[in-house]
């Protein structure tokens, strides 16, 4: 999985990157290049393969790891840099906003005045701008095409067509309702504003707890007191985490927010030598979960043997005592992998 902080230049982006991958990279206040990107990776921590790891005591425990991306600033009114910008994140499977809520004018700013709400929908008409100029072009392209007599993808132009009457409606793509072969045709294009999204507000300490930001669907993060939680020692966090009233650090925070929108869920393997968590999509099946894992898993496919996390704890991991139990299953290519599941799979080379 991949995840990328978008925003307006200054918004605290690259200070909340450094909090969630331990990464010390320059924050002074000067607006970052479009072409400078940082890349790190997360560790997504779960309590279960952590009790799974305790049970069986592995050689080795390996967390599901998620990528994430930070780019510069937006620019507002600024199609050319903002376009270049969002070439960056074109892989990304999730966009988090992060929109600036501190307050503080050392640090400059494009707006005026602080308001994250505001910039929530600017930050969405950007995008918005960079889509339907993408649009544009490919129908001008196509409709080039047609004049010089080649042929052309009729049914990928009638999607196109619908896609920039909802754009210039000011709707992003999220809201547009698109059947699987509409889709397909214009995949190829990659829209921005198709990706799901989620905000978080870049809050100073004196505004976190602000009742107007407590209540809305953005995650609330203080950035500078985050960016301090990223440097200490594992022992530390939790108190520190307490001192400050805040329940969870920002990369919990957001990593579990990725995972409710882009509907993933975790499996774990559990043997001597490694015991891991591994993220898909939910509905994927045993043999693609397979697949995950290694191709030659997936081709050879015999069966998976599947225990629910809970099951597996009620065992404390005796597999023996699971199958008296009668919870110990075994499941076909088809079956849809549950969150939490321990799995073996058998296969043939
Ligand atoms: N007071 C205060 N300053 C912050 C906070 N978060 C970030 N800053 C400051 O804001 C400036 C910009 O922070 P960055 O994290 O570099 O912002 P950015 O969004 O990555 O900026 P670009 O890369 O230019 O788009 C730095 O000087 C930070 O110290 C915050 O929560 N409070
Ligand atoms: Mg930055």
């Not at 005591?57 to 780019?71: G, Q, S, Y």
Request: include cysteine.
């Amino acid at each position: 999985m991949i995840i990328a902080l978008v925003g307006f230049a200054n918004a605290g982006k690259t200070m909340i990157f450094n909090a969630m991958t331990h990464q010390k990279i320059d924050t002074s206040p000067y607006i970052t290049p479009p072409d400078i990107t940082h890349k790190g990776v997360l560790h997504v921590e779960d309590m279960r393969l952590k009790r799974i790891s305790e049970i069986i005591k592995p050689k080795k425990t390996t967390f599901a790891t998620v990528e994430c991306i930070d780019v510069a600033g937006f620019l507002k009114n600024n199609p050319a840099h903002n376009s270049k910008v969002i070439r960056e994140i074109i892989d990304a499977d999730a966009i988090i906003y992060v929109l600036r809520g501190f307050d503080d004018p050392s640090v400059i700013y494009q707006f005026e005045t602080i308001d994250p709400f505001r910039d929530f929908n600017e930050l969405e008409y950007e995008l918005l701008m960079i889509d339907l100029d993408l649009v544009t072009k490919r129908i001008e392209r196509i409709d080039e095409q047609k004049k010089k007599g080649q042929k052309i993808n009729e049914k990928e132009r009638e999607v196109l067509e619908f896609l920039r009457e909802h754009l210039e409606g000011g709707h992003t793509l999220r809201e547009v309702n698109l059947g699987d072969d509409q889709l397909l045709e214009i995949r190829h294009l990659n829209f921005i504003t198709m990706k799901p999204a989620f905000a978080v507000i870049n809050l100073d300490e004196k505004s976190f707890n602000e009742d107007k930001f407590k209540e809305n669907q953005f995650i609330r993060i203080c950035g500078i007191l985050e960016s301090e939680i990223g440097q200490l020692p594992e022992e530390e966090i939790t108190s520190f985490l307490e001192a400050m009233s805040i329940d969870e650090p920002v990369n919990k925070k957001i990593i579990r927010k990725a995972y409710e929108i882009l509907n993933y869920i975790s499996f774990f393997t559990a043997g001597p030598q490694e015991v891991r968590a591994w993220s898909i999509k939910k509905g994927t099946k045993a043999v693609d979960a397979a697949g995950k894992i290694h191709s030659d898993i997936q081709r050879g496919f015999i069966r998976a043997e599947v225990v629910s996390y809970d099951d597996f704890i009620m065992v404390n991991g005796d597999m023996n005592l699971a199958k008296q139990k009668g919870i110990f299953r075994l499941e076909g290519k088809e079956y849809e992998v549950k969150d939490g599941d321990v799995i073996t799979f058998r296969f043939k080379v």
